[in-house]
């Protein structure tokens, strides 16, 4: 008899265990390589490493995806320089770039406590060739999507499979076939450590060049993920593009100097209006969002992060009901301050003329906003010169070469102060003044 019992005890089934339910809160940003070619001296990258940096330790989120990481300090990848700083583990890979110009890197931060049971660095449909081991150099003449990250086991023991990408295919078929190619690529990956795609838990996040209402998103949706902005905000689908990420229109209060500012490589100098193209996807059960939000809407440390806006969403992993759910703040935007719309300069021929008085005119004095700063449109047929001195530092440069059609957008020190701007035409005695007051 008591053979029996031993050995019914023995060949019992085991009943599952059930995961307590675990809060996990995520953010992304595309952290704008193209500004590295002109930053020679690191002075934008520094304050914006040491605002990303606080950032984090304020926030604490528990997984971080960047894309278009730059090169630091010696560090190929900002995701190093970060996590060495802030003790987070992490994978990176480079993705484009050359060495001693500017790299770009895609890749995962997860928070201690959390710990990578894989990484993976999967290469997308339509990518071109690259040279290099992808961790301290890469020689990319073409461009080349990738999805880095891998599978996280929580510090509650969930399971997440985690994967930081930046489509640039030439068009939507093209990006299309790489965000499925990288969904089909996750769930090999999931069916190789024995577990149900059904079942898993897959976020997938970064800069996709796609609105909300794209196919390219739609196909995704299809097969189950979810946008977690608007599973936070479904009334948000109807007000597109005031909750945008990528927001290049001067005149409206979302603006992003750095969207459309001079000497970035390759250029940034059309005025391509408002548009959320930055996600956080999630799929899989057992994945409620409790918020998601626009993140890095604001200057930090003096300075724009990036071009791009960020998001940031938070989930609770396992099974709640509505007494236990956590109750989790949850704007549009991580913005605290108002901001106006820029200053827009529209250099027209009337302004560039010679009269008796002389070539030379001026306008002002006009006020604008520090951190929204001036725009400078050339209205003109010719190529114009914009130079701009004052009291404190002009972000990203103080000049820019503006071609016609082109635009040009800078931002200045933090707080009250006086700048005068020349703006005329190449080899031209033609020139207009003028003064501008920050506040």
């Known amino acids: 008899m008591m053979l029996g019992l031993l050995l019914s005890l023995l060949t019992a089934p085991i009943a599952p265990t059930t995961l307590a339910a675990e809060v996990l809160k995520t953010a992304s940003l595309n952290f704008n390589s193209e500004a590295v070619p002109e930053d020679t001296h690191s002075r ?38 970060l996590a060495m700083a802030t003790g987070y583990d992490y994978t990176y890979r480079l993705t484009m770039g050359v060495n001693g110009l500017m790299l770009d890197s895609n890749g995962v931060l997860i928070k201690p406590g959390h710990r990578f049971a894989d990484k ?16 301290t150099w890469i020689i990319s003449p073409g461009a080349t999507s ?79 993920y979810e946008d977690t902005f608007l599973s936070a905000h479904p009334e948000a689908a109807a007000i597109e593009p005031i909750v945008c990420t990528y927001c290049s229109d001067p005149t409206t209060e979302n603006f992003n100097p750095m969207s459309i500012a001079p000497n970035q490589v390759p250029a940034q100098n059309v005025i391509e209006g408002d548009n959320r193209i930055d996600y956080i996807l999630s799929h ?12 890095f809407t604001e200057t930090l440390n003096g300075v724009w992060m990036s071009d791009h806006f960020g998001m940031k969403s938070t989930f609770v992993l396992g099974e709640t009901d509505a007494a236990s759910t956590p109750v989790v703040a949850n704007p549009y935007r991580d913005r605290t301050r108002s901001f106006p719309a820029s200053r827009v300069i529209e250099v027209t021929p009337d302004q560039l003329y010679c009269n008796r008085s002389g070539c030379s005119h001026s306008m002002g004095p006009l006020e604008t906003a520090s951190a929204t700063g001036v725009t400078f449109i050339n209205s003109t047929k010719q190529m114009i010169h914009v130079d701009i001195e004052g009291s404190g530092r002009v972000w990203p440069s103080n000049f820019a070469f503006v071609g016609p059609g082109k635009v040009a957008a800078f931002f200045f020190d933090e707080g009250k102060g006086q700048y005068s701007f020349d703006t005329h035409h190449l080899l031209s005695p033609k020139v207009l003044r003028g003064d501008l007051l920050t506040k």
Not at 156 to 185: E, F, P, W
Not at 209 to 218: A, C, D, I, K
Not at 284 to 295: D, E, H, N, T
């Open 120 to 135: 993976q660095n999967f290469k997308l449909p339509h990518a071109s060739m690259t040279i290099g081991d992808g961790q």
């Open 44 to 81: 934008l990258r520094d304050k914006r490493f040491m605002a990303a940096t606080a950032w984090i330790r304020e926030n604490q989120p528990d997984i971080i995806f960047i894309v278009e990481g730059w090169n630091y300090r010696g560090f190929p990848s900002i995701i190093k320089a």
């Open 284 to 295: 899989g059960p057992g994945m409620k969002v409790l918020a998601s939000s626009i993140a």
């Open 146 to 224: 990738w999805g880095i990250g891998g599978k996280i086991i929580t510090a509650g023991g969930n399971t997440v499979y985690a994967y930081a990408t930046h489509l640039i295919g030439a068009d939507q078929g093209k990006r299309s076939d790489q965000l499925i190619g990288l969904h089909r690529m996750i769930e090999k990956e999931i069916q190789d450590s024995g577990e149900s795609v059904e079942k898993a838990k897959i976020l997938i996040a970064g800069d996709l060049n796609e609105s909300p209402g794209s196919p390219v998103v739609g196909n995704l949706k299809a097969i189950g």
